[in-house]
Nanobody
Framework: QVQLVESGGGLVQAGGSLRLSCAAS????????MGWYRQAPGKEREFVAR????????YYADSVKGRFTISRDNAKTTVYLQMNSLKPEDTAIYYC??????????????WGQGTQVTVSS
């Protein structure tokens, strides 16, 4: 099993910044991509950003391009989401994801418990 623990959420005014962190632990084999998704009240969960195992490839939703930056540490067990120029519509629960992770139990996707981000106008 893989455990993902997010931190860094909170309340911020519009135009402000937050940095989310997601620490992965557990026995894995090989590399895997990690990403962030979010779910606003009354809406479905949506993709925000993703980073490859090597960190050389990143992908962003159009709504956050130019404002959010995803990165991961050298040990590749922690992924970050730097969020700048935050808008009220960024308010949501942000979830960390690790996809196609190989563990002794097989290959699967894993999710964190989520961290709340609230942007006031």
């Amino acid at each position: 099993q893989v455990q993902l623990v997010e931190s860094g959420g909170g309340l911020v005014q519009a135009g402000g910044s937050l940095r989310l962190s997601c620490a992965a632990s557990g026995r894995t084999f090989g590399g895997y991509g990690m990403g962030w998704y979010r779910q606003a009240p009354g809406k479905e969960r949506e993709f925000v950003a993703r980073i490859s195992w090597s960190g050389t490839s990143t992908y962003y939703a159009d709504s956050v391009k130019g404002r959010f930056t995803i990165s991961r540490d050298n040990a590749k067990t922690t992924v970050y989401l730097q969020m700048n120029s935050l808008k009220p519509e960024d308010t949501a629960i942000y979830y960390c994801n690790a996809d196609r992770v190989t563990t002794p139990a097989g290959i699967g996707d894993y999710w964190g418990q989520g961290t709340q981000v609230t942007v006031s106008s």
